[in-house]
């Protein structure tokens, strides 16, 4: 049966689509085989001692970049993960410091995390205050409130060893953290492709005002979302003190920017024009891997944070972008 131009037509177009959803796995495909025959990277860059540290140190960095992606879903900005991942991560340390036994300073952990959450859930959707502003204030209160705890100066001392063991330990050569960014990962994949919730928050992000006519309880929905980010961010700081061992008061300044960048990238990537979890951890490895290439070849530290802003400028236009053509 002979192929009609419309076939054709049509077998082009669903490539381009392919192109399109993968098009920053292939980047990262280059990357990965760039940085291995570049001469200043060849011998370090495609190492297994390389990889396990990329996935492991990426792994804190992962969760803050889903814990921004859930309200992002909404189409609207948390720039307090980062800030309360931190907190948590001091506060356990500084518990487990003073003798706290390990599973209640987790528990508390992930417990400031949900609050810092809640109480963005509460300012924007009772309050009624705009999401980024709002974030952006608890961030500076959370960054007050850890320079006081911890007067400037890193909590690392008398961390129980089983937990610094486990957060730098592999297992069958993959880093343990690694395992679980997986398992969260794949639960808010779950949440958000496969559940009436996360149909709802998608509802939200498309139209929140065809959302609220149908019935749904709008304020509710965002509201969960700012305290699901709380919790995983949460999560992220406790991970953190297991993988560093310790944590350092600074820790939550390094991690906004590059995981709203992998947040908004995510759009470009899996299922364009539309934030998903995927997208998610490809943008972030991505962005993990130029700057591992870079930094083993010699570049000066700041590039990384050109190449995280960069990322971020071009992840915002592509999802707007994307998302307009998605929407005609």
Request: aromatic share 8%; proline share 4%.
């Amino acid at each position: 049966m002979r192929e009609t131009p419309r076939d054709t037509k049509r077998s082009g177009s669903r490539w381009l689509r392919y192109l399109e959803a993968y098009a920053l796995l292939i980047l990262l495909i280059g990357v990965c085989v760039f940085f291995s025959v570049y001469p200043k990277t060849a011998n370090t860059f495609p190492t297994l001692a390389n990889l396990q540290v990329i996935f492991g140190n990426q792994s804190v960095l992962a969760l803050v970049a889903l814990a921004a992606l859930i309200p992002l879903v909404c189409n609207e900005w948390d720039l307090s993960v980062g800030a309360s991942a931190g907190l948590s991560a001091v506060i356990c340390a500084k518990l487990l410091s003073n003798g706290t036994p390990l599973g209640m300073a987790m528990a508390a952990g992930v417990s400031l995390g949900v609050l810092v959450g809640a109480s963005n859930a509460v300012l924007i959707t009772k309050v009624g205050t705009n999401a980024v502003i709002t974030t952006l204030g608890t961030a500076a209160i959370v960054g007050g409130v850890v320079t006081q705890v911890t007067g400037g100066t890193a909590q690392v001392s008398n961390i129980p060893h089983i937990l610094t063991r486990f957060g730098s330990g592999n297992t069958f050569g993959v880093p343990n953290t690694a395992y679980v960014l997986l398992g969260v990962a794949l639960v808010v994949y779950y949440v958000l492709v496969h559940t009436p919730a996360g149909r709802y928050i998608y509802a939200l992000g498309s139209n929140r005002e065809a959302a609220a006519l149908i019935g749904l309880r709008t304020k509710l929905i965002l509201g969960f979302t700012f305290v699901a980010a709380g919790g995983l961010a949460g999560i992220a700081g406790v991970l953190q003190v297991a993988r560093a061992g310790g944590a350092d008061p600074r820790i939550g300044e390094t991690l906004t920017l590059p995981a709203l960048a992998a947040a908004f990238l995510s759009a470009a990537a899996i299922k364009p024009g539309q934030y998903n979890v995927g997208g998610t951890i490809v943008a972030l490895f991505l962005l993990a891997t130029i700057n591992s290439g870079l930094a083993i070849a010699g570049a000066p530290p700041y590039l990384a944070e050109y190449v995280n802003g960069a990322a971020l400028i071009v992840g915002v236009a592509l999802a707007v972008n994307l998302g307009r053509v998605k929407r005609r």
